[in-house]
């Protein structure tokens, strides 16, 4: 277990080496790297500390280095907006994104994986049907057009939720959140909804095909044959079957609900990441760019070494050594 | 190789088709009587699904209308002496100084919304179907090589394919965007980047069950030329899944267009597609105008909707897990 978990984190590390690269070559090789670095409206001895600093006029494989270097320390750059490191910039506006992506994801698999067992254990019944059909439009229809939607009903022509921003928030180890307090979750509700339609609709599908599938199987003609009722087989032996997939989109969906919540806070000004990534790319606000693709990149990566890990512990074959 | 919704990442438009068996290489139906073709048997087939027949219509009719937009429009939305600021935000129904029916209502610069929408249909879909036959065509190929290759092109290949799977489409997008600048061939390259990770995931999967065939091996002996063995024999039969992929990546792309063109990231304001048009209107929602961005949304929905029932019947018929 050991050797395996040492094999996953060279991996990772080696991931990590190549979208480092991949990164460096997009914005530093690709672009204009003083203008990447250099905010146009610098005066000369800034522009000559910086091009001194990171190292500008070294040949290109020294300067993938220095990025490294700069990359280990922390070190990514000043934003040209807010004039302040990008890092203590983007660390700033992660909890409001974390807490609504989790918020979301949870939402959506707490409700959707009961909805989906059903409508695979039931595929015929009209509730089914109508599970099936939101489950179809959540796939469908855009992210920013539903929220688009629930602005439109909610916000302005009913008046029960404010339309955007985040609200009041409150201290919690040092962080501010909003889900401490009431009316911080009025604020959260829509765009929380908004990004967890599309979990849903994911969540459902797998737990209903999971499900029709294991019905079949003899796992469910022996339950039954000892006597078990529907009701304790669903949730006992085919929630715990269906299970891996599901933590498998678990993990990987939280991080895709990062890309998605990119819609959902332009949509609703919920100052998160996904909103400052977009504000950058408006305004040109390249440091911005690199540090929020470097730190998706590393986000990612440790996510699937997680789900790994968990699906080793969750199923014994997977793990090396023990071929089934 | 074991079930991918088990072993490889697998995101969100993947996930659907992997756990319902789209990435399980379809068999061609094989018909009892000599004198039905597959192709008619297929489309008896799909006429039983009214639902499906109906979405088919509607895609139909809608290509036609975008077509067909700048003869039965009764004004050309970009023609800027024929707008009217009179004309401004004005209602559906109302009559205009032009002396017609502004039928969905006026944008903000005395648009007619009707011909705004037919024009930004004509954009999303020509976006949709060139990213979806660009990815198409180079995820194929990509795949069909490195199933039909093996070794280590197989091994590269499928790595940067998988990881790119396990990155969420729209974030990749909307990097390329960034890093790339804006017009329409960056837009398509990126949307293509985004999405041929899919077609090159089916390809794979079923040409690697077609290689292992007794026709491939006599094509070998025979001995015909790879090229030929991989687009002559291989790909006829692995064309079914990738009708089913390229039907959903149409309506993805098409989706992701409007979300990257409703950041603010898509098309230059010379080539408004309904993203675009949706974005314009959404500052005036908070005032109760909510025609300029619903019409257009609504055009925009259908258009997907109909085009992923579609794709959903055409799955179910290619699915032998299904069949009766």
């Known amino acids: 277990m050991l050797g395996f978990i040492i094999q996953r984190l060279l991996q990772a590390a080696l991931v990590m080496l190549a979208m480092s690269a991949l990164v460096f070559v997009g914005v530093y090789a690709i672009g204009n790297p003083i203008d990447v670095i250099i905010s146009p409206d610098a005066t000369q001895d800034v522009r000559a500390q910086a091009i001194a600093r990171y190292g500008l006029d070294r040949p ?37 994104t974390l807490e609504l992506a989790l918020i979301a994801v949870l939402a959506a698999t707490l409700v959707g994986v009961p909805l989906g067992i059903y409508s695979g254990y039931r595929p015929e019944s009209p509730i089914s049907k109508a599970i099936m059909a939101v489950s179809i439009l959540g796939f469908s229809v855009p992210t920013f057009w539903i929220g688009l939607i629930l602005i439109l009903t909610f916000a302005v022509w009913l008046g029960w939720l404010p339309a955007g921003s985040r609200g009041p928030t409150r201290e919690l180890f040092g962080i501010q959140w909003s889900f401490l307090t009431l009316e911080g979750w009025t604020y959260l509700a829509l765009p929380a909804l908004n990004l967890s339609l599309f979990k849903f609709a994911m969540m459902v599908r797998l737990a209903r095909a999971g499900t029709r599938e294991i019905m079949l199987g003899d796992t469910v003609k022996f339950a039954r044959a000892t006597g078990l009722s529907d009701g304790s087989i669903l949730r006992r032996h085919v929630l715990k079957l269906i299970s891996i997939p599901i933590v498998t989109v678990f993990g990987l969906e939280f991080g895709s609900t990062l890309a998605f919540a ?25 440091p911005v760019m690199v540090a929020y693709l470097v730190l998706v990149a590393a986000l990612f990566v440790t996510i699937n070494v997680l789900v790994d890990l968990v699906y080793a512990l969750l199923d014994p074959r997977l793990r090396p050594g023990a071929k089934a | 190789m074991s079930h991918p919704s088990l072993d490889a990442p697998v995101p969100a438009a993947g996930i659907e088709s992997a756990a319902l068996g789209t990435a399980v290489p379809a068999t061609p139906s094989h018909t009892t009587s000599a004198a039905v073709t597959p192709v008619r048997a297929a489309w008896r087939e799909f006429k039983e699904n009214r639902i499906a027949l109906g979405a088919l219509s509607v895609v139909f009719l809608i290509i036609a209308l975008a077509v067909a937009a700048p003869w039965i429009t009764p004004q050309n939305p970009y023609d800027i002496g024929s707008l009217s600021l009179m004309d401004a935000r004005r209602p559906p129904g109302y009559v205009g ?71 969420p489409a729209i974030l990749l997008a909307l990097v390329l965007v960034a890093l790339l600048g804006q017009g329409k061939t960056q837009l398509i390259a990126a949307l293509v980047a985004a999405q041929y990770a899919y077609f090159a995931r089916t390809a794979y999967g079923a040409a690697s069950a077609e290689r292992r065939k007794d026709y491939v091996e006599a094509a ?42 409703f950041l603010g990231l898509g098309l230059p304001v010379t080539e408004p597609s309904l993203g675009m048009l949706i974005a314009n209107g959404f500052q005036y929602m908070m005032s109760g105008r909510y025609w300029i961005s619903i019409y257009p949304g609504i055009a925009l929905i259908v258009l997907i909707v109909a085009i992923n029932l579609v794709g959903d019947q055409v799955r179910d018929q290619f699915n032998p897990r299904l069949k009766r």
């Open chain 1, 60 to 96: 290109i494989w020294e300067q993938y280095f220095i990025f490294l270097g700069n990359l280990l320390r922390g070190d990514l750059g000043r934003s040209f907006l807010f004039g302040m490191p990008v890092l203590d910039l983007i660390l700033s506006r992660l909890p409001a």
């Open chain 1, 262 to 286: 990119v819609v959902t806070e332009t949509i609703f000004s919920w100052p998160g990441v996904g909103k400052l990534i977009i504000d950058a790319i408006n305004s040109l606000d390249r």
């Open chain 2, 97 to 167: 100084s032009e002396g017609y029916t502004h039928w969905l209502g006026t944008d903000a610069s005395g648009r007619d919304l009707l011909s705004a929408i037919l024009y930004g249909l004509r954009i999303s879909i020509q976006m949709g179907l060139m990213a979806g036959l660009v990815g198409l065509v180079i995820g194929t190929t990509l795949g069909m090589v490195a199933a039909y290759r093996g070794g280590r092109i197989e091994t590269v290949i499928m790595r940067v394919v998988d990881l790119q799977l396990s990155f």
């Open chain 2, 220 to 261: 070998l002996a025979v001995p015909l030329g790879g090229s030929r063995i991989v687009f002559r024999h291989i790909l006829p039969n692995v064309t079914p899944p990738l009708i089913v992929v390229a039907t959903v990546q149409i309506a993805n792309s098409i989706s992701l267009e409007a979300t990257l063109s």
